[in-house]
T-cell receptor
Framework: ETGVTQSPTHLIKTRGQQVTLRCSSQ?????VSWYQQALGQGPQFIFQ???????GRGNFPPRFSGLQFPNYSSELNVNALELDDSALYLC????????????FGPGTRLLVL | AQSVTQLGSHVSVSEGALVLLRCNYS??????LFWYVQYPNQGLQLLLK??????LVKGINGFEAEFKKSETSFHLTKPSAHMSDAAEYFC???????????FGKGNQVVVIP
């Protein structure tokens, strides 16, 4: 069974640029959630995708957007990067349903200069 | 909205001593509760979770947690700390029908030989 994978592992961008992060969900999972973890903080929920539709969003501006593909993999896109977007971005996959465990990937560390 | 409080960002424990990490949650409806562990430069790994039923939950690596509704708590314990327990620990809450995790700020555990 393949776990959750994310790419790239590290990324350096400059302010104003755009970035795309990728996530492959664990085999058999149909839901993908994205979280942002700033240094020294707990992860913050960005949004979740189920059946290729956004299924809930946290307190993040519209320049954070996503996609889910038919194979349940997902992308997180961030436009007009700001310095505060520097963080570890975590993807988690799960089955849809109440209380289902979310399994996390290793994350993508983004640095915005 | 649900939230989690973890006090004491850094926790030092001697090898062989009790590990106790406190978690209090706020939720208007019965929650699902989780503890995750994060090793350096890695994603989050599930330690244990409470959904329904028995309030004492046993997890991996000798950890356990007890759900106390009257105290809105879900404290994590391990009877005897091992050097390999040095990591960051996050408590999280999920409300049924709202499949997003709300995390606490985390506890960085240092094990002293």
């Amino acid at each position: 069974e393949t776990g959750v994978t994310q790419s790239p592992t590290h990324l350096i961008k400059t302010r104003g640029q755009q970035v795309t992060l990728r996530c492959s969900s664990q085999s058999g999972h149909n839901t993908v959630s994205w979280y942002q973890q700033a240094l020294g903080q707990g992860p913050q929920f960005i949004f979740q995708y189920y059946r290729e539709e956004e299924n809930g969003r946290g307190n993040f501006p519209p320049r954070f957007s996503g996609l889910q593909f038919p194979n349940y993999s997902s992308e997180l896109n961030v436009n007009a990067l700001e310095l505060d977007d520097s963080a570890l971005y975590l993807c988690a996959s799960s089955f849809a349903g109440g209380g289902e465990t979310q399994y996390f990937g290793p994350g993508t560390r983004l640095l915005v200069l | 909205a649900q939230s989690v409080t973890q006090l004491g960002s850094h926790v030092s424990v001697s090898e062989g001593a009790l590990v106790l990490l406190r978690c209090n949650y706020s939720s208007s409806v019965p929650p699902y509760l989780f503890w995750y562990v994060q090793y350096p430069n890695q994603g989050l790994q599930l330690l244990l979770k409470y959904t329904t039923g028995a309030t004492l939950v046993k997890g991996i690596n000798g950890f356990e947690a007890e759900f106390k509704k009257s105290e809105t708590s879900f404290h994590l314990t391990k009877p005897s700390a091992h050097m390999s327990d040095a990591a960051e620990y996050f408590c999280a809450v999920m409300v049924y029908g709202n499949n997003r995790l709300a995390f606490g700020k985390g506890n960085q555990v240092v094990v002293i030989p």
